[in-house]
T-cell receptor
């Protein structure tokens, strides 16, 4: 059965203090690993798709990396507007839907 | 703005009632997915439609049903509502039915059952 575990559950950072969020996954054949950002009461906003181990993608202050067992979302010099819940999801072979973790709630303090 | 629209934004109803949630996918997307997000469970996949046909089913209760119309908009019908059905319901769309493509989410419908 597909499994996605995100850690930590919550993270408080000072503005400018870089850190990483972790997503550990178990899936029978990985089609893709997805990162989303979700603001309270809003729909998840797509950030990245990673398909194979060793792949990296960047967008502004965010960088996502993938290994065979986990993915990291690195946040460099975060700003208060980066505060949100970051969701990781996997799509396994033979599956059409995304299987989501419960997210990391990030708070960036000015 | 993802291009996916959902109506209504909020819905308050009583136990035992039936409601219909509506979703319009991004222009050109053929697949629509429905997800439920509650505080204790995170985002749970309910059902997928591709070009009018049911393609995949997740943890969808028998009291819930969905359909996708020829213009590709989709409706999720929830009946015999219970307090535990209170949640955010999201729809997402993607261009293809089975390939690994990102899904784009709508703003959601917040359902409160009293």
């Amino acid at each position: 059965e597909d499994q996605v575990t995100q850690s930590p559950e919550a993270l408080r950072l000072q503005e400018g203090e870089s850190s990483s969020l972790n997503c550990s996954y178990t899936v029978s054949g990985l089609r893709g690993l997805f990162w989303y950002r979700q603001d309270p009461g809003k729909g998840p906003e797509f950030l990245f798709t990673l398909y194979s181990a060793g792949e990296e993608k960047e967008k502004e202050r965010l960088k996502a990396t993938l290994t065979k067992k986990e993915s990291f979302l690195h946040i460099t010099a975060p700003k208060p507007e980066d505060s949100a819940t970051y969701l990781c999801a996997v799509q396994g072979t033979g599956a059409n839907n995304l299987f989501f973790g419960t997210g990391t709630r990030l708070t960036v303090i000015p | 703005d993802s291009g996916v629209t959902q109506t209504p934004k909020h819905l308050i109803t009583a136990t035992g009632q039936r409601v219909t949630l509506r979703c319009s996918p991004r222009s050109g997307d053929l697949s629509v997915y429905w997800y439920q997000q509650s505080l204790d469970q995170g985002l749970q996949f309910l059902i997928q439609y591709y070009n009018g046909e049911e393609r995949a089913k997740g943890n969808i209760l028998e009291r819930f049903s969905a359909q996708q119309f020829p213009d590709l908009h989709s409706e999720l019908n929830l009946s015999s509502l219970e307090l535990g059905d209170s949640a955010l319901y999201f729809c997402a769309s993607s261009p293809h039915g089975t390939h690994s493509y990102e899904q784009y989410f709508g703003p959601g419908t917040r359902l409160t059952v009293t």
